[in-house]
């Protein structure tokens, strides 16, 4: 039963049997038409049913496996006073260098558990939405491989016992992002997303494997044994100045996959894929994996403050950094992403703090509704036939109110509403923050979450709320729901945007915040900061306050107010006009894309054309053409000893020989 | 004298007197060989100089008492009737196209 391997290695047989099957498929299909019909043609039923059973049933089966193996442990570590010691397997050995081997090995403990629950559990669910959205697409076979890849390599990521395995999982859900933002490959603008999520990706897996190389160095080994050695402060070397390095290593990687300032650039252009991709990848899954990596080397960065302060920096940086950027997005999807980086802030700023079961918390609890949000917008962008523009929606309330339904919970879910899953992970961050006595990271996060529930009621005020805005009779008029295996899903993410939250309500009120006890084993709990059970409820009314005014003041300006003409009202038009140059800016991502442009990628075109034209054109090329050019010389003189004549050749002959004769008798 | 065959009479002639043949042989074939323009005196030049190395070959071996010069000189008989005829031939060619065999006026394989 307990056999971890299983749970990723499922998926990948799906991958192997989708991918050979749409390989072959799409080679016999090329035979038949011979390029004369439409090449774009949608499969055949059956293989259409053979993609998605293979699909769905190697995820959900995974799914069956993981929660087979994570339910009992997870309650029988509950009932222990300790919790259970890790169960971990190793499957065999991958490299064996003298004493030392790294192993294929999978761990379950509380954190991959936790991990595991949503990965599996969401992943299913939009494996089963994707059947729906993606059944007049093309490629269908290649999707579901790609995804059924990326459950591999995800849950990969998850189980694995040591940083080596990890990576191999943090590479490969790198290139199964690739892959499925390119997915659309035929357009420019995809396959450049594409490459740009994977580049940006390259700066942090840079640090990443140095980190990787210092935890070795500094524990002398790189499975997860090295967080019981840091516990106890076993470490080789130069402690503290190691420890900050490898920590700040280990945080690029992890900056890079969860799109933290600077290098969020990538994660807004990767809704060029489809949006079950969106969804599952960048949004519940991967871009976590990041606060995944702080968390599980949590024990690490304990050890240095310093480290912690700028990754509690640089969340709360990016949390209203992008916060901002989505106040003015009007594409649906780029509101959504900007959400996530902004929320992905949220749970580096909870790190930072030293509240890390607080982040994974917030990872988990984020999953659910952020997936439902992405679903979501997928179902209103599949009934607007495939219109991403909010100015040109409204007034599908009516026209899709499942769809509707659903995305309401989850963005009240979002936006911190009690008693919705946010509201409770959001306030164990903002109460960690406050109680560490963070209170300047407090206000950021605050001030973050009253816009949060801003934009993210502007979203659905601008899409479902006043009247039908389409081109003529347009597109918002003839919208239709969504067929059941894309508004099933919606429905359980929805509940469980709404249930989620209580596995950890805190104790002020009246609970007994059980995931904190769960995470307890595995990460790190610096300082038990307790605050009066008063303040902590005092803060918790000010950021349902702070939230609730958020909704009220987007519903004023985007959806009361909104005209059909109109996407928004003539207050909202007049502040962005007073805003001017700021306005314009924030309206333009603060420029992020063209100051990388500025200050990196132009300098290093500049090095690189430098390096063509003047060191490899002028100097490398040159010795290469300086020596062809001085043996052709000397070619073009002694060619003149072949005359022709056999004579002449015979008395050279015997002349060199005389004179080796010669030679050999002197000496 | 040693280094007799057993079973062979003494040499009359002594060895020195072969070697200075074998030496003016040589000479002369290499004298041919260089300054001759006809193609077919060259070739008998050639042929003159192998004959002058054969009877080195003969008469080191009667003076060692070894076998092994005299085995040589078949093989170079061997090869230089193989190589007569491929050399004869080639002149014969060079003659039909050229309608001459002097290597001086055949020198076109130049820069």
């Known amino acids: 039963m307990n056999q971890l391997w299983l749970i990723p290695f499922l998926p990948l047989a799906g991958f192997l049997l989708n991918g050979l099957v749409a390989l072959v498929a799409s080679s016999a299909r090329a035979e038949n038409e011979s390029g004369a019909d439409h090449p774009g043609a949608p499969l055949p039923y059956a293989q259409r049913l053979f993609h998605g059973i293979v699909g769905v049933g190697s995820v959900g089966l995974a799914a069956v496996l993981s929660f087979a193996a994570l339910v009992p442990y997870a309650l029988g570590s509950m009932r222990a006073p300790e919790g259970l010691a890790p169960i971990v397997q190793t499957v065999y050995t991958w490299m064996a260098a003298g004493d030392y081997t790294v192993d294929v090995a999978f761990r379950l403990d509380a954190l991959s558990a936790l991990m595991l629950s949503f990965v599996t559990f969401v992943g299913t669910l939009i494996h089963v939405y994707s059947v729906g959205y993606m059944q007049k697409e093309e490629g269908y076979g290649r999707y579901f491989s790609y995804l059924n890849l990326f459950m591999f390599a995800m849950l990969t990521l998850v189980l694995a016992d040591s940083l080596p395995l990890l990576f191999v999982g943090w590479e490969g859900v790198g290139l199964c992002s690739y892959l499925l933002i390119g997915y659309y490959y035929d357009k420019d603008f995809c396959a450049a997303a594409g490459k740009k999520a994977f580049i940006a990706n390259r700066v942090g897996d840079f640090g990443m494997v140095l980190g990787i190389f210092g935890v070795f160095a500094l524990f002398g080994t790189a499975d997860f044994s090295f967080v019981e050695l840091a516990k106890r402060q076993v470490l080789a070397g130069n402690a503290p100045l190691g420890v900050y390095a490898v920590c700040l290593l280990l945080f690029l990687g992890a900056c890079g996959k969860s799109a933290q300032v600077p290098l969020h650039v990538w994660l807004p252009d990767a809704m060029a894929g489809p949006t079950p991709v969106s969804a599952l990848i960048h949004a519940a899954t991967m871009v976590t994996a990041g606060v995944y990596l702080v968390a599980r080397c949590s024990a690490l960065f304990v050890l240095s403050p310093d480290a912690l302060t700028l990754v509690a920096w640089i969340g709360a940086g990016t949390a209203i950094f992008a916060a901002t950027i989505g106040l003015a997005q009007n594409d649906i999807k780029k509101v959504l992403a900007y959400s996530t980086v902004s929320q992905l802030g949220y749970m580096f700023l909870a790190c930072g703090v030293g509240a890390f079961s607080a982040g994974m918390f917030h990872v988990f609890t984020h999953a659910f509704f952020k997936a439902c949000l992405f679903l979501g917008s997928g179902s209103v962008i599949m009934s607007m036939h495939h219109e991403q523009d909010m100015r040109k929606m409204g007034g599908l309330a009516g026209r899709i109110p499942q769809t509707f339904r659903t995305m309401l919970v989850a963005t009240l879910a979002i936006a911190g509403v009690f008693p919705l899953a946010g509201f409770f992970s959001k306030d164990m961050i903002l109460g960690s923050a406050a109680a560490s006595g963070h209170w300047a990271l407090y206000a950021v996060g605050l001030f973050t979450a009253g816009l949060t529930a801003f934009y993210m009621f502007r979203l659905v005020s601008m899409t479902f709320f006043g009247k039908a805005r389409g081109h003529g009779h347009g597109h918002g008029e003839h919208a239709h729901e969504s067929p059941p295996t894309m508004t099933v899903p919606l429905w359980i993410l929805a509940a469980f945007s709404v249930v989620a939250g209580l596995l950890g309500v805190p104790v002020a009120l009246g609970g007994s915040d059980r995931i904190g006890r769960f995470l307890e084993a595995s990460v790190a709990h610096p300082e038990i900061h307790e605050m009066s059970h008063g303040l902590e409820i005092g803060l918790m009314l000010l950021s349902v306050g702070v939230a609730v005014t958020g909704l009220a003041w987007a519903w004023r300006w985007y959806g009361k107010a909104a005209g059909p003409a109109e996407a928004v009202s003539p207050e909202a038009q007049a502040f962005h006009e007073r805003t001017g140059a700021l306005g314009r800016l924030v309206a333009n991502k603060w420029n992020v894309d063209e100051g990388i442009e500025a200050l990196v990628l132009s300098p290093f075109r500049k090095i690189g054309t430098f390096l063509w034209r003047g060191f490899d054109a002028l100097f490398i090329d040159g010795i290469a053409n300086a020596s062809a050019f001085l043996v052709e010389l000397l070619g073009d003189l002694l060619r003149f000893f072949t005359t022709g004549h056999v004579r002449n050749y015979a008395l050279a002959f015997t002349l060199g020989f005389a004179a080796l004769v010669a030679y050999v008798w002197m000496s | ?111």
Do not use: C
């Open chain 2, 1 to 111: 004298m040693t280094g007799v065959l057993p079973g062979v009479a003494p040499m009359a002639v002594p060895p020195g007197a072969f070697l200075v043949v074998a030496t003016l042989l040589f000479a002369i074939g290499l004298a041919g060989a260089l300054l001759k323009r006809n193609a077919l005196s060259i070739f008998l030049s050639i042929e003159l100089m192998m004959n002058a190395v054969n009877l080195l070959f003969l008469t080191y071996a009667r003076m060692r008492g070894d076998l092994a010069g005299q085995m040589i000189v078949f093989f170079v008989i061997a090869v230089a009737a193989a190589e007569a005829a491929v050399g004869l031939a080639i002149f014969v060619a060079l003659f039909r196209a050229h309608r001459t065999v002097d290597v001086d006026k055949i020198a076109l394989l130049k820069w």
